[in-house]
């Protein structure tokens, strides 16, 4: 895949940025520490990544029957994932931790994908954003999945640190805008070799008009 690297610096920013997963990982690691977390830390990331190939299989179906709808797809992709960075820009996170009688276990955090936002946002902008319709489209699939996969493990399982030694300082409002800045930047920097790609395709396009 040409844009591995794309890909890896999006699942990076996607997966270590605030979201429902990492607020459901910090408050385990506040009230059970790392040890009594990992089963929900590793259901998330297990999870995450079938879901990934689940949406990935869905569309490869619709770019088989509609080759010229991926392109149209890539670009709604590309706005939406400049507009989730944004958000993050602009996000005020609360990590106040919600106590709980016992840990969520591996199924709590694998199933909770299917309900979480934002796990729908990065998982068809990903597919959408860094496949191309052909014969290579179920293995780009896989390995997307393979690079959340990986990356989503210790990325998420950072904010198990945070819950334990950085929550009073991401609780301030100046470092958590500048993390969040930090990050945002990072999901913006992930999809501008997609730019290329998509004025590229267009302009393919334009000339067999």
Known sequence: ???????????????????????????????????????????????????????????????????SLQLFIKCVGVVYLVYLA???????????????AKPLTFMNG????????????????????????GDAYLSQNVLIALVFLVIAFPCVGVWLIFGTLLK?????????????????TLLLASVLSVCGELVHDMWAAIEHL
């Open 110 to 133: 694998a199933l909770f994908q299917w309900v979480n936002g934002k796990a729908w946002v990065v998982a068809s902008g990903a597919i959408v954003a860094f496949t191309n319709a």
């Open 1 to 67: 895949m040409d844009n591995l690297l794309a890909v890896v610096l999006f699942a990076i920013s996607s997966s270590i940025t605030p979201g429902p997963n990492n607020v459901l990982v910090l408050t385990s690691g506040v009230n059970f520490g790392v040890r009594r977390s990992m089963p929900l830390l590793i259901g998330i990331s297990v999870g995450f990544a079938t879901m990934l190939l689940l949406v990935g299989f869905g569309f490869g179906q619709l770019f088989v029957l509609f080759p």
């Open 168 to 184: 009073k300082t991401l609780q301030t409002q100046k470092h958590r805008r500048c993390f969040n800045y930090i990050m945002a």
């Open 86 to 100: 944004w958000l993050i820009a602009k996000s005020n996170t609360d990590m106040q931790s919600i106590t709980r």
